[in-house]
């Protein structure tokens, strides 16, 4: 088990803050996974029906937890950790140098696999990267990209790029992005020291993209330059964002604490929606009123008038909205039974929901895509079971598209479960994928 030194160095707890104790309600505790917390914390954390680590989202419950014996001191020398570190880094680099070899090689040879069963079946054709293909309908589905990375959590599209969150050789954290066009020369950004929780294209402007950390930061960054152009240090962990204007920011943090940040990087209003579990998302309906979802409740925001108007809907831990107002919502509920629901929002700023599905497993704190059409909604839904997707349309909601099609691509690379997907609809569904070690890129023909 290895634990941060610079946790243990401080002696803090990553929930509150405060120092952890060698004894007491607050002594220094741990899960398997290696983070250390105050006990009274992790435990509340836990019992509040979080069967997660907050740090890295693994999977926890309060009979995991380990006090520690703890004298308040760490007793290594500094020299020797540093040849360490400093050999970890090297280590590091030399791996993601190899990763992305392997990702040349593999995607070599899953286009010469497709070009293969393109000759054994009628209804799959070739699978090759070009730089024009997402421009030309397909009648089968295609898988247009596929990448390896390091610790990925966030996928986004805008109408120019693929961005998606990951760590790099350098240990910190970022986003990598590419021409959604050509799908090629990826290019990363490195900005957080801590895991990024959210990643959003701004609406106002293709080249901007915000970023928020468990680190406390949001960070806005020109992917022109490739500079950051707004920084601001929040009081709390940070899980979500959105963009009010051009300028301003909505950023969610834990203890349902939202932040409105202005230009400058200052926060001009600060709210609580809930006392207890991060606020894990904000959504935009249309340009006047933001959903804002904690596991426990959910409210709309005026954009407008700085205030919530509702703040006693449903709670979600993850939400996706389209342009039309419609949503999909995923939920645990008190009995570990995890609900998939399906609405929209109404004139007089109602949630309303007409379908709900049942998953299996939700361990994750996943996201869901939509996008509507004039004819039907079209619905991605991660699906930890399979580590892949449900792929739905308002239609027929019991004809699960990906099950007819996954044999025509191969699983043996989802190592881990999907942990966000989007999606756009132009002549072809696009739809983006992003596990912790895997990020690809399909089109279908829906």
Not at 26 to 54: A, M, T, V
Not at 147 to 174: A, E, P, Q, V
Not at 432 to 442: F, G, I, K, N, Q
Request: with cysteine.
């Amino acid at each position: 088990m290895e634990f941060s030194s610079s946790q243990v160095d401080h002696g803090k707890c990553l929930i509150c803050l405060d120092q952890m104790s060698r004894s007491g309600e607050h002594q220094i505790c741990s899960l398997p996974c290696g983070h250390l917390f105050g006990y009274c914390c992790i435990k509340q954390w836990l019992d509040e029906n979080q069967k997660c680590c907050p740090t890295c989202q693994k999977y926890a419950k309060s009979s995991m937890l380990r006090l520690i014996v703890w004298d308040g001191s760490m007793p290594m020398d500094n020299t020797r950790s540093d040849s360490i570190h400093d050999a970890n880094k090297r280590a590091i680099k030399n791996h993601q140098e190899l990763l992305h070899k392997l990702t040349r090689l593999e995607r070599d040879y899953n286009i010469c696999q497709a070009e293969i069963s393109m000759k054994r079946r009628t209804v799959f054709g070739k699978v090759k990267q070009k730089t024009n293909i997402i421009h030309k309908p397909v009648s089968f589905p295609c898988l247009l990209m596929e990448r390896k990375i390091n610790d990925g959590f966030r996928i986004c599209l805008s109408s120019k790029h693929l961005i998606y969150t990951c760590k790099n050789g350098d240990m910190n954290y970022g986003f990598e992005y590419c021409d959604r066009d050509s799908l090629s020369s990826f290019k990363y950004i490195s900005l957080h020291t801590a895991q990024i929780h959210d990643l959003t294209s701004s609406p106002f402007d293709v080249q901007a993209v915000a970023t928020v950390s468990l680190d406390k930061r949001l960070i806005v960054t020109a992917m022109r330059s490739e500079m950051s152009i707004l920084e601001a240090n929040l009081p709390v962990p940070l899980w979500s964002c959105a963009w009010i204007s051009h300028s301003t920011i909505a950023v969610g943090g834990t203890n349902g604490k939202l932040f409105i940040v202005d230009g400058r990087g200052e926060i001009s209003h600060d709210f609580v929606l809930s006392n207890g579990p991060p606020i894990f998302c904000i959504q935009s309906f249309s340009d006047e009123v933001l959903l804002v979802s904690t596991p426990l409740k959910s409210g709309l925001f005026d954009m407008r008038k700085f205030e919530f108007i509702k703040k006693d809907l449903p709670g979600a831990h993850s939400v996706s909205v389209s342009h039309l107002n419609h949503l999909v919502s995923v939920s645990r509920q008190n009995n570990n039974k995890t609900i998939v629901s399906i609405g929209s929002k109404t004139d007089s700023n109602n949630l309303v929901f007409n379908r709900t599905l049942n998953l299996d497993k939700f361990e994750k704190i996943a996201r869901p895509a939509i996008v509507s059409t004039d004819t039907k909604d079209i619905f991605a839904i991660p699906d930890e079971n399979e580590k892949g997707f449900k792929l739905l349309t308002s239609n027929n909601l019991d004809i699960n598209y990906w099950s007819k099609w996954k044999h025509n691509f191969s699983d043996s690379d989802f190592n881990s479960p999907i942990l966000d997907l989007a999606a756009v609809k132009e002549k072809d569904f696009l739809l983006a994928t992003t596990s912790s070690d895997l990020v690809r890129m399909y089109a279908f023909p829906i």
